[in-house]
């Protein structure tokens, strides 16, 4: 890639944070099946060698994995960030914790950040940059506030694990044995509105809820909530772990900086999780799916 593109991917990664300084860079993943099968290396890109290969394998799994965790944390900011265009949905996060959209935005701009430094330094490197732009197939929600372009991925239907609220919760210890299983099950739900209809976005939200449409869009939020902390304990685990196969010492800072942020981002969204399985907003029942948030301090 030509310099002004090279140029144009640094100066934007400046823009966002300063940390080119001390390689402390800033994310979060989602799950990747298959990945390998898009990041075949491209001749243009054959460099000088100037990393060792794995190193830029590994560099360019994480490449891809920040993509598809901004596809994830675009969606919930075009609908619920601080610009979001879908109020009840806002309020329904706001009756978690009132700086969600907030919160939701930060998450975005780090992970934006993250595939634009990864990308900007593999080029520096000549190394072949990643780009899954021709996979963005999947449709947008109908909803108010969502743009209507191709995505990577969908929130419209999620089963999500919510065992890591149990595993830092218990006494018990994983790491000696013990097999800890999610207080609840969230299967096949949406963690954002999918239409006017089922969700009106101008509704009121107050909390905890009380007719069957606030219930409903309740239980999205809730779902959204659970969500995040999944795609962060992604990040929190990859980075570290892989960060013990690089050999380039500038790599290696690289990849425990951004790991840093996503222990972060986790323990942000381990917290926020809990708040729908407490008082006053525990025991909302999706009318639609039949998927509960019980009172775990019950």
């Known amino acids: 890639m030509k310099h002004e593109e090279t140029e144009t991917l640094w100066n934007d990664v400046i823009g966002r944070r300063s940390f080119l300084k001390g390689l402390g860079a800033v994310g979060a993943v989602a799950p990747l099946v298959g990945v390998s099968t898009l990041l075949e ?33 675009t969606q919930y900011a075009e609908l619920g960030g601080v610009n979001g265009g879908n109020p009840a949905y806002i309020a329904a996060l706001q009756n978690l914790d009132g700086d969600m959209p907030q919160y939701i935005t930060d998450n975005t701009d780090d992970e934006r950040s993250h595939e634009t430094f990864l990308n900007a330094y593999l080029i520096s490197k000549g190394a072949q940059p990643v780009n899954l732009d021709k996979y963005r197939t999947l449709p947008s929600t109908k909803a108010t506030g969502a743009k209507q372009i191709g995505r990577l991925t969908t929130l419209q239907g999620l089963n999500v694990d919510p065992t890591y609220n149990t595993r830092y919760r218990s006494e018990l210890n994983p790491d000696l044995g013990a097999m800890l299983k999610g207080p609840f099950t969230i299967n096949n739900q949406p963690a954002i509105p999918i239409s006017d209809e089922d969700t009106p976005p101008n509704q009121a939200q107050p909390n905890p809820p009380v007719t069957s449409k606030e219930k409903r869009m309740q239980a999205i939020a809730n779902t959204a909530g659970f969500h995040f902390g999944l795609i962060e304990q992604g990040g929190s685990s990859l980075y570290p772990t892989l960060a013990l196969n690089v050999t380039n010492q500038e790599v290696l800072k690289i990849v425990l900086g951004i790991g840093g942020v996503e222990i972060d981002h986790f323990s942000l969204w381990h917290d926020k999780a809990g708040n729908a399985v407490a ?20």
Not at 279 to 298: C, I
């Open 279 to 298: 008082q006053p907003l525990a025991g909302v029942t999706d009318p639609q799916t039949g998927v509960t948030f019980p009172d775990l301090n019950a």
């Open 41 to 73: 290396p491209d001749p243009l890109y054959a460099g000088t060698g100037s990393l060792p290969a794995g190193d830029v394998a590994i560099l360019r799994f994480l490449t891809a994995a920040e993509i598809i965790e901004t596809d994830l944390w």
